[in-house]
């Protein structure tokens, strides 16, 4: 059985945060929730989480079924911390340790861990380039494991050392508690260090298998907003090329962003400086041009969204044709073939297929026909000051330009709206309506002149 414990109670005092470190996110997901997501991969029985520095807000934000959390209300180090969580764990089970602050490890390489220990207690250590704040793996003269040394107490050939300690640990439940209880504070910073376990360990006479990985990104711990903000360009330079390995055209990895998921068909082009979150989908041969926004939506096979688009909540059908600068919110879906252009508004609202609103509009609770058209500067009023009213036009409606849609209202089939109108009362088919003053030409009528002082 495979339980883990994930320490998260640190104060994170390098973040400069009121935050708790681990609340801190990284492609818009807390950085403890990355950790979790992972440890749910490996299929742990229990997932035990220490927290302390902001514990409820802490406790709060990873509130699961499957997940326990304890209180370390003295922050004395990670060995203190771990031994909040394991007395709670069982004496037959295999324990792996994670940290909250090491959000991108991959459940692959952890699952190298795991198989490892069912022989012997085992460190996840990374081979990296700048080994700067890391503690440091140190050998005996024939390459076995010895210790960690932190680099606090770290000497300067033990500073030298390339290969470091990710944090991560694992070994047999009854151990690492008995390992646990005899880990000391006798150090530069007077904490009860985590890896001192291992130490432990081979002076009771196991040896320690330490497992290797050269993924840098994988392996960094956050300590500060630097690493926070370096780890999080890693994490966006790797999810766009996931997605180009996938068919996807970016027209530049380093300027695309993902905060969340999205499932990209092939021949999918991106333009630069595009922000996707939440769930987003995208099917085949849409183009997404530069400067757009896209959470939670749907854009249907061939669409084009123009640049400068911000598009929440809504379906966008195929073949549509979106922005520059339109904006759709929550409730709108188009139709195939339908077309919102610059500056148009678009709220819980159905485009049938082909309809369009080409400048300046705002359209909202409204159902657009198949074919109709909106003209520029229309209005739905659905909004009385307390409830919302819908707009119902029905096929090859006609909206002249700046025309007011006071809601409740309907235009049936084929009906007309001229220019300028204010609708109040319904349109029958293939009806003009005309809601304006009528037009007054005043002959010899003169300009105001300058006064003269
Ligand atoms: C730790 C390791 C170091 C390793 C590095 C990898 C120790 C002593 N050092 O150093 O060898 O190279 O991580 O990133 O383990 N925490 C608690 N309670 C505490 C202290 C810490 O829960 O009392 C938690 C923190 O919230 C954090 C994790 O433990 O998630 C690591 O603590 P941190 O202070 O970041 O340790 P590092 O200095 O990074
Ligand atoms: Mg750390």
Known sequence: MLEVIVLAAGRGTRMRSSLPKVLHALASKPMIHHVLDTARALEASRIHVVVGH??????????????????????????????AAAPHCQLESTVIVLFGDVPLLSSATLSRVI??????PVLLAASVKDPHGYGRVIRDSNGAFERVVEQKDANVEELSVCEVNTGVLAAKSQNLKSWLARVTNDNAQGEYYLPDV?????????SVEVVVT???????GVNDRIQLEALERSLQIRQAEALMARGVYLSDKSRFDLRGELDCAEDVSIDVNVLIEGHVSIARGAAIEANCVLKDCTIGEGAIV?????????????????????????GAELSAKAKVGNFVE?????FGEGAKANHLAYVGDA??????NIGAGTITCNYDGVNKHRTELGENVFIGSNSTLVAPLSVEDNGFVAAGSTVTSPVGESELAVGRAKQRNIKGWKRPEKSKK
Do not use: M, W
């Open 306 to 330: 123009r640049a400068f688009s911000h598009i929440e909540g809504a379906t966008v059908g195929p073949d549509c044709q979106i922005g520059p600068y339109a904006r759709l919110r929550p």
């Open 367 to 372: 159902e657009i026909g198949a074919g109709s």
């Open 346 to 350: 678009v709220k819980n609202s159905h």
């Open 115 to 120: 198989k490892a220990a069912e022989s012997g």
């Open 214 to 220: 050269d993924d840098e990104v994988e392996t960094q």
């Open 198 to 206: 291992l130490g432990l360990a081979v002076s009771d006479g196991h």
């Open 54 to 83: 902001g514990a409820e807000l802490v406790s709060s934000a990873i509130a699961a079924d499957d997940v326990t959390t304890y209180v370390q209300s003295e922050q004395l180090g990670t060995g203190h911390a771990a031994l």
